[in-house]
Nanobody, 121 residues
Framework: QVQLVESGGGLVQAGGSLRLSCVVS????????MGWFRQAPGKEREFVAR????????YYEDSVKGRFTISRDAAKNAVSLQMNSLKPEDTAIYYC??????????????WGQGTQITVSS
């Protein structure tokens, strides 16, 4: 069983930065495509970013391109999301996600518990 544990959420002013981390345990980390989703109050959960298991290529939702950076550290079994130039509309619960090679993104196999990001104006 794979477990994803997130950390790094909190309250920040608009224009500030935060870094989320997600530590993966239970299976071989590099087998999984890793990513982040978010869910704002009253809205559907949406894709934010992902990083490929094969070549480390990255993909971003349009509204975060140029501001967010996803990366993975195989030695730590962790994936991170560096968030810069944060905006109030980035306020949401952020979820770490993992998809096995047999699962077509944006479907995922495992979710983290979620961490709250609040950006004040």
């Amino acid at each position: 069983q794979v477990q994803l544990v997130e950390s790094g959420g909190g309250l920040v002013q608009a224009g500030g930065s935060l870094r989320l981390s997600c530590v993966v345990s239970g299976r071989t980390f590099m087998r999984y495509t890793m990513g982040w989703f978010r869910q704002a109050p009253g809205k559907e959960r949406e894709f934010v970013a992902r990083i490929s298991r094969s070549d480390g290529s990255t993909y971003y939702e349009d509204s975060v391109k140029g501001r967010f950076t996803i990366s993975r550290d195989a030695a730590k079994n962790a994936v991170s999301l560096q968030m810069n130039s944060l905006k109030p509309e980035d306020t949401a619960i952020y979820y770490c996600a993992a998809a096995s090679p047999l699962t077509a993104w944006p479907n995922v196999d495992y979710w983290g518990q979620g961490t709250q990001i609040t950006v004040s104006s």
